[in-house]
């Protein structure tokens, strides 16, 4: 598929410095972008990248004013802009019909919505209840048992689950995620969640609207998650907490204590203005410690 750097131009609303008449054929980034190629600046960090990029032309802000090899179009958006253009580049979007692959175990039990892709290996146990416009990604085990054990005479009792998963419509849950049954009622992910692959969900908790979960992310039981919030990769979030609607919470970050909403990084996780507080007094560190050695040396310490 190939358009004219006019037609691009006119698609996006920009103002075009070079060619019109060029021909691009293809969209990426400035680091590896070819050429016949378009691709986008937003952000003055990346101005090294910019000047050795092989694209043949560019997405740049308006007040862009550094002259480039490429063409330019000048925009107020540059991210939108290329959005924009790369969805024109897009192949037809992968679909998942609606359905049961032959490899996937789904109980008799449980209840499926209308839509429902249950992908290869994919598991659904006992009693859960599946809205419509739902996708299961391979090897996702939706029910399984919460984990619950107690102390009887020196020996771990198992503690039976007896609830079940209730997942709303337009959930997204990716390959390998699993969601254990409730211990009693239900663990619960509402309309519109995306979670990515390798997610661990125990028991009771329950997922706000439209939140997002990144991979390797875990949350312990009966913790209660609002909406909209989002987790980046590998967050851990202990049992039995609330976390606020809008809550918004940096990679590799471990949640001890429920938020009221905003941003949170970390382990144990604080507010993100605290948490670069605390990482810019670390980084001061060495020189603290080599002029308290200086000190000390001074004073024969």
Do not use: C
């Amino acid at each position: 598929m190939t358009f004219t750097l006019q037609e691009l131009a006119t698609t996006s609303g920009g103002e075009l410095v070079g060619d019109p008449s060029l021909q691009i054929t293809g969209a990426a980034s400035l680091a590896e972008a070819t050429p016949g190629e378009i691709s986008f600046f937003a952000n003055r960090k990346y101005i090294g990248l910019l000047r050795k990029t092989r694209a043949s032309a560019v997405f740049v802000p308006t007040d862009f004013g550094e002259p480039i090899t490429p063409a330019q179009i000048r925009v107020s958006n540059p991210t939108k802009a290329f959005e924009q253009v790369v969805f024109k580049f897009a192949p037809k979007p992968i679909t998942f019909a609606a359905g049961i692959h032959p490899s996937a175990v789904v109980d008799r039990s449980a209840q499926l919505g209308e839509r429902v892709s249950i992908q290869p290996h994919a598991v659904v146990e006992a009693g859960a209840r599946i809205g419509s416009r739902v996708i299961i990604h391979s090897g996702a085990v939706i029910g399984a048992d919460g984990f619950g054990f107690e102390m009887v005479d020196d020996r771990q009792q198992k503690i039976q689950q007896l609830g079940i998963v209730q997942i709303d419509d337009d959930v997204e849950i990716g390959a390998n995620t699993t969601i254990d049954r409730a211990r009693f009622g239900r663990t619960w992910i509402r309309q519109g969640v995306k979670i990515d692959n390798l997610v661990q969900i125990a028991h009771n908790v329950v997922i706000g609207k439209d939140s997002v979960i990144v991979a390797q992310s875990g949350i312990s039981g009966s913790t209660r998650v609002g909406q909209r919030v989002m987790m980046g990769g590998q967050v851990g979030i202990v049992g039995h907490l609330e976390i606020g609607d809008g809550t918004a919470i940096g990679a590799h970050s471990g949640v001890s204590k429920s938020t009221r909403g905003g941003a949170w990084f970390g382990s144990p996780a604080v507010p993100l203005a605290e948490a670069k507080q605390q990482i810019a007094w670390i980084h001061r560190l060495g020189k603290l410690f080599a002029r308290v050695k200086e000190i000390e040396k001074k004073l024969g310490l």
